[in-house]
């Protein structure tokens, strides 16, 4: 069955260290998202991906990186100059839509990353 | 100005209880998803509707693409049903492709 895996559910990092959550696809999407969630907050997006080796800066980049090598991955690296990296981490994809299309998103299972 | 709002942030009922969660939104051209997010982090879909009304077991979920207002209905509420509830309209850009966006979420306890 197609899906979205995000590896591993829980990481543990100490502080000043770089970490790469893992998204991987095979549902064929062209788009990616990556979110961030703080305790009692909504989902903010950091970075979207609508094609391979292209990405864009969301709400809150700042201190984190991505690419887009191949179309099945896009992986989100926290560095270390993200302030408060502890958080949830989400991942999701949806296929190409145009003005009047409808697309489902899918969504992976979440990485919750503390930073000790 | 945010895009999306639901209504209420936090609801609590007895179970049994016939539950309504809210969702308007500026943005996006057709299509919501409601999604369900059980403590422990991990996102389900519940449902994705562009129009009028769908239903999956006592979940509820209607539509107004004009009005841009949508709403997930829970009835006979159960504990098991204790989660938060975010609407997503996904939002076109000029080029191809949709951005989501998400509601906050409703955080829904139910009581035994």
């Given at each position: ?34 979110y961030r969630q703080d305790p009692g907050q909504g989902l903010r997006l ?13 709400d809150i ?26 958080a949830f981490?989400l ?26 | 100005?945010n895009e999306v709002e639901q209504?209420?942030q ?25 999604l369900?997010q ?46 938060v509830y975010i609407c997503a ?11 989501l966006v998400f509601g906050a979420g409703t955080i ?5």
């Open positions: 069955d197609g899906g979205i895996t995000q590896s591993p559910k829980y990481l543990f990092r100490k502080e000043g260290q770089n970490v790469t959550l893992s998204c991987e696809q095979n549902l064929n999407h062209d788009a990616m998202y990556w950091i970075y979207y991906s609508q094609i391979v080796n292209d990405f864009q800066k969301g980049a700042e201190g984190y990186s991505v690419s887009r090598e191949k179309k099945e991955s896009f992986p989100l690296t926290v560095t270390s100059a993200q302030k408060n990296p502890t981490y991942c999701a994809s949806t296929p190409p839509g145009g003005r009047g299309m409808n697309t489902e998103a899918f969504f992976g299972q979440g990485t919750r990353l503390t930073v000790v | 100005k209504s209420p936090n609801l609590t009922a007895q179970e049994g209880e016939f539950i309504t969660i809210n969702c308007s939104y500026s943005v996006g051209i057709s299509a919501l998803h409601w369900q059980h403590p422990g982090g991990g996102i389900v879909s519940l449902f994705m509707l562009s129009s009028g009304k769908k239903k999956h077991g006592r979940l509820i979920a209607t539509i107004n693409i004009q009005e841009k207002h949508s709403s997930l209905h829970i009835t006979a509420s159960h504990p098991r049903d204790s989660a309209p996904p939002c076109t850009p000029e080029w191809y492709g949709n951005k829904l306890r139910v009581k035994s």
